[in-house]
Each structure stands twice: as structure tokens, then as C-alpha cells.
DNA sequence: GATGAATGAGCGTTCATTCAT
DNA sequence: TATGAATGAACGCTCATTCAT
């Protein structure tokens, strides 16, 4: 997927540093109060910079945001592909996938509600090509499912979409549980004050339930 | 819980007729355009009222706002308790759970819409207490399941925690497929055309074995 | 030719005093300055009126500027109509022509200018149609040649295309005499400080040499 | 009368060559698209020199066309010059006349268009000694009837004033057709396709019915 | 109480001008 | 001297809110 570029010569050209600070600055806004409750000119204040040159890296306050997005689609990309094997054992790659979610939860909060913030308004408005990132991680889910029951691990019996919406569902709220005030109480609430590892535990235990292992037919032979 | 009033005496005192006819406009006004690109001018207009009667009905833009929210409150607690029947079997609980849930999201999609809008973008403006109605609901969940195993229906292995949070993060994100494209087609994805009865059924199957039975006493009889 | 309306029914409701004065002041601001220098904040300081009302009278700068020029096409026109007639003598008629010309342009200097600025400057943006109205007045000259000829009161050895386009080019600078400095110091470089109607008749000898009258032909009977 | 100098001598040393580049260009930017609406940069950019430069050339924007403008006072004081020979036959001058007029506008349609801009919208802005030039090209038609009568070519009845006027006022609406839409259009709707020396016949076939020749007494002598 | 015009702070964006390198 | 990034005042326009009728 080619995601473009929504920023100018002049920005590439600032200090990595510099375009990190700028960046994350606007981030914050935008993830803290909306795209559309930020202001240029907040961001510009707030990293330091004058309002005009906010103008000279981002033609317009859409690119910024286009920006911040495009700028995390790789990096996201990355992280699943580094975590996630299908050599592995499913349920040790399920528990990386849940493990890794809520690592970049932790880490990147703000994108996360950046994220949502675009799914939720600016569907219509934002290139859907951009919006297409959250489902390449999705398909992950299912897939994993579906390699386990072909190599004889998983039951066949399972459903494959319906145990993959749940499972994936699990790991939305988890996400969602970073960003917004709602739903971090309700992961309070369920788990208290649980840290991570102890909560993927937990729900490691739930998704062994929706995905049993195959019978093994040794029980037979066992008679 | 205070929820407050965020309308006029003036409004109250308008037919219930006319109260909701400029709800229900405000409230697909919110939910199409989101807060911030939605005008009072407009929603005024498409209800036949005045510009200045807006101003004193609702002291300003976001008691409009309040007053949908808290309005719905009520409506969906109502609905929900109507529905739920702690005496009848645990998973028909929980079956007309995701039904209703389902209903009230292709029913109210708009007022979900906002209300993800609000969790979303306005958190830091709009009254907490105000943001405390999906949490009530939630706990319905959790409580089904502890009923469940107090009357011996359910294993008592069962971890509840764990066990609720995965059936209402589906719940979650089905409710979030009646607003966002991305969830609408996550929806469609792992479910494709079945209709929402169907989706429940199958549902309900992973929702059983989440929920496992008490494995029945009955086998030491039999010996 | 249909003008349209540019301003909005709140304008429209205001009182005529009210409107002729905005209007005045944002004439005189275009002409003073063009059209691009001119601020509608500074117009509507001058008016005495809020920022904000000059939007909710005018959508746009743009349609402000519309709005005096199609209030003004109606108003020349009318004046036009009713000076020249041609049953009169032609020479009346052009002397008419000429004199009610620079009444135009003595008492409506501005217009004259705002006129010469789209004109000028903004030909690609304003509606064509608006800017019909200087050749309809032209297309005069020529008919009135033309009836004199056809009535026998003028030679037919008159090259009536370019004796129009020299007598409308006459007028043409004279209608710029009360805009520009350039043509007015011009205008006062050869005429001095002579009036209006003496400057006229000046000119009315020149247009009698450039339209000379039919050789009367009682001079072949005379022999 | 002090034209003045508006640019650096930074600029003065720069290659002739480079200087007319840099000049044409905004020139050019300047008549597409008026003062106001052109921008140093773009200039900068076609002229293929860095933006910082132009302003170390000209100070300010205005003082770029400032120099323009005082540029071509010189040029087409020249051409007048080298064209007009009082020597000559009074009608081939005035004939000279019209071709360069139109030659001018022809070749330089741009300075023409800036000419008026200027004369039109920033009249108050510009330095008046700037906008003297066209008044002293002006001058030569008058030069020339009055060297005509004098030399006892032209009738001694000729109005000079009014007759100079008219004539010029004719060449300044040939120079405006260069430029504007509307003067072209009323050209072309007097004119039709006819070259521009076909034109000049035209004209002078009403410059000499404006101009009588003086009555030769010879005629009667001759008889 | 209803109406809708009046108000002006605020926003995104532009660009002449300045300044550091 | 050349370069081009940095600056911020200014503009057109919007719209929540106020206010006169």
C-alpha cells in the first residue's frame, strides 16, 4: 500500500528530533481533544515554533494529520510482523498478538484515540486507503485460527469467524482501553489493577475455551 | 447518580411531541456531522422552530448535547431491565442481551454515534457523570454470570472477570458496527450477509463455552 | 439579460436608507482602492454596522461587489432609455448621448471606476453577463449613425464602423475623465477648466466633422 | 522629473541580461494576474533565482514594479521618438503614430495592463510622479497639429484642444484593447478580423475629416 | 415566549518581509 | 551576496451567543 506524502521538503529537511517533537506535539492535541477541538496554532505554540512555519511542513492542518497516520501505519506494520510467526504454536502467537496490542496501547495511546477519532468522524474525509491498516492487522486473528485447524492443533469444529470476531473483539477493547476514559474504567473494573502479562493471562484462558484443541484420538487406543 | 438538567423550564413546559421532534433532529444532526460541524441554525431549521427558541430551550450548544445524552439514559436502562429477567435461564439473559443490544444499535445508530463522538473527542469537556451510562449497563453482564453460578447453572471455575469482559467487548464491538464503516465492515467480514438473530446464534455458541455448565453431580450417582 | 441577486433577504429587509448607505460606502471603497484592497471589515466600520452583519447581508466579498454593480446596470440603462430617442435629430441624440454620459460619470465616479477594475482585473471571475452592460450603451452610437443614414440626414459615404468606434472612444475617455487621475489630468490639459456642456459642444463639432451630412442634392436642380 | 530608483545597487550590478529576465517575468506575473494577486516567490522561482534575492534587489514589492514602471518610461519615450519626425508629412506622423501605439500594445501587453492597474487601483498608493508618462506621449498629437497649422498644412479653423483629444482618446482605446476583454470584444465587434495597418487606414481616413487640410488659395488661380 | 438579526471572537490559511547560515 | 526557512499580521469567512422587537 502506498500511503503518499502529505508533508513538505521543508519538514523532511528539519532535524529528526525536531520533526519528532513537532509531531508528538500534535499528537497529544489531537488525540486529547479531537482533530477538529485542535488548533495549528496551539501545536505551533506548544512545540515551540511560529504559526507560519507550522504552514511551510503542512500544507493544510489535514496533512498533519495524514501525516502522523501515515508515519505510524509502518511502524505498527513492523511490530505485528516481528511478533506474530505461524511456525510457532497458535496459542503462543495469540498470546503475542494480545501481548504486542497492548504493548503499543500502552506506548502510543494517543494514536490509538487519533485512530478512532478518524474511524468515528472522518470516515468520509480521510483516504481509505489510510483506514485500511487496523483490518491488515485483523486478518491476522483469523488467520492464525485457521492455521491452527488446518495443522491438526485446533478442533474442527471451531468456527472460524465467529471465534475470530470474539477473539478480535477482545483485543479492540483492550486497544480502546488506552484511549478513552469509558473504557479504561471498564478494564479497571474487570481487572482491577492487574499488569498487562497477568491480564493476557487471563484472557489466554478465555480464548483456550473458544478455541479447543482438538480431540486427541489417542483416547482410543488407550480403551 | 445526579444526572442534572441541562434544558430550560421553557422546554419542559413544550409538548412531549415537540420535545422529541427536536431531539430526535439534534440527535441525527450529532450523529451525522459530528458535534463540532453540527449547527444549532440548522437542527432549527429541520424542526421547524426558531433560531432564538433554540437559545431557550438549551442555554447553549453542549446542554443540548447533555440533555440527549441524559435524556437516553433512561430510555436504555429501561429497555435493558425490561428485557434482562434474572429468573429466567442464564443464557436466554444473555442471548437477549446481544438482541437487544443489536436492536437498540440498528435502531439508535445515531445516538451510539454520539456517544462514541463524545467518549471520543469531548471527554475532557463534557461532564463525567454524564459518561457513566454504558458502565451501568455493563454490569448487567457480570452480574448474569454470578447469578448463573450462585444458583449452580454455571461452573463455578468460571472466572468471571475475565469471562465478562470478553462477552461485552463483543457486545462493544457489535454496537460499534451499527456507526463506524471500519466496524461495519469487520461485521461484514467475519459475518457477511447472516442476519443479526443468526449472528446471536452463533454468538450464544461462544458464549457457551466461555460460560461452561456445571459439570453435573449427577456422574457420581451413576457409579 | 437576467442579473440574479447577490445579497440575502436580510439585506433586502433593511431599510432603504440603510442599504443605500452600506452600499454607498463599499462604492466608495472599491473605487477608491480596487476591489482587492478594500476590506469588508473596513466597509463595515465606515457603515457603522457589525463585521458579522456584512456576511449575513453579502454571502461573499464577491457578491457585495455583485450587488452594486447589478443594482447600478438597471439604473444606467433607464437613464439611457430615456435620453436618447431616436426619432430626434441625430445630432440631438448624440449630444444627449454625450451629456448624460458625463452626468453618469460626474455623479457616479466610483461606479465608473469599480466598473473599470473588473473591467480591468477581475474579467475571468465576474459573471459575463455583468459585464454586458457597457457594450449594450455602445451598440447605440452605431444605430443612431446607422438611422441617420438610413434616413437620408447623413452621408452614405460614412464609414460607420470606425466613425462609432472614434465617437465611442471619445466618450469612453471622458467616462474615465471622473476615475482615473491620469484622464482627468488629461481632460483637464485640453479642455482647461471649461464646464461639462461647453466641453460637450466642443465635442459636437468634432462628431459633426466625422459625420458629415448628405450632400443636399437641390444643387443639381438649382442648375 | 525624478523617476527615481527603486532597486538595489545590488541589482544594478547584475548581468543586463539577468536584470531583463528578472523584469520580464514579473512584468508578465503581474499583467496575468495583477499586483495583489502576484506573488515575489513565484517570480523568484521562474526567474530561477532564490527569493531571498529578489529582496535583496528590491526592497519591497512595490519597489519592483516601481522600477518596471520607470523601466519602460525610457523605452517608450524612445520609440516615440525615433517614429515622430516633425519633419515629416503631419498625417504620416499621426499614421506613425497609431502603428507604434499599436505596435506597443501589441508587443507589450502586459506593461499596458499594468499601466492601468496601477491608474486604476493604486492610484493613491503609487508615486504620482510614476504615472506621468503617458501624459508626456500624449502631448506629441497636439505637438503635431499645432506644427501642422503652423506650417499651414492644416486648417487654422481646427479646434486643436478638442481635436487632440479626440484623436487620443481613439489611441487610448486602441491601447486598452490590448489588454482588457471588454475593449477587445468592442474592437473586434467595430473592427471585425482586420489587420492592425487596415485599422490605421481606417482611422485615418476620420483623423483627416478631424483635420481638414487648410483651403489652398491656389485653386483659384489655377482655374 | 418567539423571532431572527446583530455581534465579534476565532479559525484556517496566505505571503511580504526578516534573518540565520 | 545568495539562500530559503521563519515569522506573524492580516484576510475572508463561520457560527455560538446575545439582544431588540
Known amino acids: 500500500m502506498k500511503t503518499g506524502k502529505f508533508h513538505t521538503g521543508i519538514f523532511e529537511r ?7 517533537r513537532i509531531l508528538n506535539i ?12 485542535s488548533r495549528i496554532k496551539e501545536i505551533a505554540q506548544k512545540a515551540g515554533i511560529s504559526y507560519g512555519s507550522m504552514y511551510s511542513y503542512f500544507p493544510t492542518k489535514d496533512d498533519l494529520l495524514k501525516t502522523i497516520i501515515t508515519r505510524n501505519i509502518d511502524f505498527q506494520k513492523t511490530v505485528f510482523k ?13 498470546k503475542n498478538f494480545f501481548t504486542v496490542t497492548l504493548k503499543i496501547a500502552e506506548e502510543n495511546p494517543e494514536l ?10 472522518y ?7 489510510i483506514i ?7 486478518i491476522t486473528i483469523r488467520d492464525l485460527i485457521q492455521t491452527g485447524i488446518a495443522r491438526g492443533t485446533l478442533s474442527p ?3 472460524i469467524n465467529s471465534s475470530a470476531y470474539a477473539i478480535d473483539s477482545i483485543s479492540s477493547e483492550l486497544l480502546a482501553s488506552s484511549v478513552s476514559d469509558q473504557n479504561k474504567k471498564k478494564k479497571k473494573m474487570f481487572f482491577g489493577e ?19 484443541l482438538k480431540q486427541s484420538t489417542s483416547s482410543f487406543t488407550a480403551s
Open 14 to 20: 528539519l532535524s529528526a528530533k525536531k520533526q519528532e
Open 26 to 37: 500534535a499528537v497529544k492535541e489531537f488525540a486529547d481533544k479531537g482533530f477538529l477541538n
Open 82 to 94: 516481528e511478533t506474530i510467526n505461524r511456525d510457532d504454536d497458535i496459542f503462543e502467537n495469540i
Open 112 to 121: 490509538i484515540a487519533i485512530w478512532r477519532d478518524i474511524a468515528q468522524s
Open 123 to 129: 470516515h468520509t474525509k480521510f483516504l481509505p486507503e
Open 132 to 138: 485500511q491498516l487496523e483490518q491488515e492487522g485483523l
Open 157 to 159: 469444529d471451531i468456527m
Open 194 to 212: 492487574k499488569t498487562n502479562p497477568e491480564i493476557v493471562d487471563e484472557i489466554m484462558i478465555i480464548v483456550r475455551k473458544i478455541l479447543p
